[in-house]
């Protein structure tokens, strides 16, 4: 079997561009889409946003749970046979969010149907791979330096799509008036699923599934002897796998609000829409910055030192923001790019402390569920999302906000939105401190104890 290499670096980041391409382009512009282009209130898309995480609260340990319980396919891997079946499904469901069914006279009951449907359909097929995707990381290596080379390709990824292709969009899907063009927004959904499929593939292709279940089982002697009750119960003595949940539930409201806010504020307050794209491609430098510093400071000070530093940082600019309103939009855009240098360290980081409880459930079990344990963290990551999501659009209903093309914002709602904006990262920052500074109890030298003895166990 193939040794460890950048060739499986390269083939997690194209993994997770895969699932950005769609996952990225949805959160952030779907609810634009929706309230400006088929003109639905932002209150009934805070409510489906509500109503489709409480369906994931059921679909998503159903759908984790899968690779553990069952093994399909002739190769032997755990997770890679489950990307494939899904992964179509999510390039569809991708472009289906962004299709103009107003084109065709649909309103009414009809419409609003057709919006829920296709966004449960995206939240199924996203989960379906993202959560076999982040578990393979687990029997990809189990060198603790190796994952966190995987983590930190994970958020290359990531930005790669945010940066280089979601940038482009307020260049190519508004027009010289600021207003979303239905059309234009269809054309790249398509395009993102194209390249979605294609990352998928590089990742089959260049990641190697190497450490394997020595139980030569059956599906259904499998599938009898798992108990999700336990996996459950396990949870909640996993304290710092709860603490990177809290923290996670708070990027991603970072993420998902800043996400699909941004439209908003560069519209309404700054009338500026192109500024979007400077903003956007700036994050480059943040990453160009992270990437070399990131390792280093982890040798020096320790993951969970390095974020919790971040946090504060990024918690403390973001603060400034929120007290002083700032007029110009490029200096309004250069703050939030300093801001966010210590959420890149945050993304970057989070996924090799994933691995890390991962690992420390066996420690304290002796069992290992890697695909449970993994989508019950990624349900904290549905949770932060749909906070987000929800709040954003509840918020803007409740601050007079009116849906529609062309609609001019009263001059009180147009000041709430910026304060909005700039409230979510805080809390962000705040629950990141809350969970890896005093719930994650996982420091340097106890990850180095619990690996020896891992190590010790697997090979007797």
Known sequence: MKKFSVRDEIGYTCG???GSFVNLFVDAYFLTFCTYILGI????MGSLFLVSRLWDAINDPIIGSFPDRWRIGKSGDKFKPYVKIFMLPLALSGVLCFFDVSAFHLGGFALHAWVAFVYILYGMSYTGTSMPYGAM???ITNDPVERTKLSRARSIGGTIVGVGA???VPILCFDAQNNPVASR??????VFGI??????????SFCTERIRD???KSSAARAEKFNYLDILKSVFRNRPMIGVMVATVGSLLYITGNNQLRTYIFKEYYQNTDAMAILSMGSLVTMAVCFPLVPRLTKLWGKRKLILISSVYSLALFAVMLIVPIQNVYVYAGLNLAASLGQTVFIMLIWAMVTDCLDYGEWITGKRNDGSMYSIYTFSRKIGSTLASTIAAFSLGAIGYVSGTGVVQ???VVQHIRVLVCTIPVITGILEVIGIGLIFNLDQKKTEQMYQELAARRND
């Open 214 to 216: 020595d139980e030569k």
């Open 410 to 412: 009263a001059p009180e």
């Open 137 to 139: 990381a687990s029997v």
């Open 41 to 44: 209130s932002a209150k009934w």
């Open 195 to 204: 390249g979605s499929l294609i990352c998928y593939m590089l990742l089959m």
């Open 166 to 168: 979601l940038s482009f």
């Open 185 to 190: 927004f269809t054309l790249l959904a398509v």
């Open 16 to 18: 997770d561009m895969a």
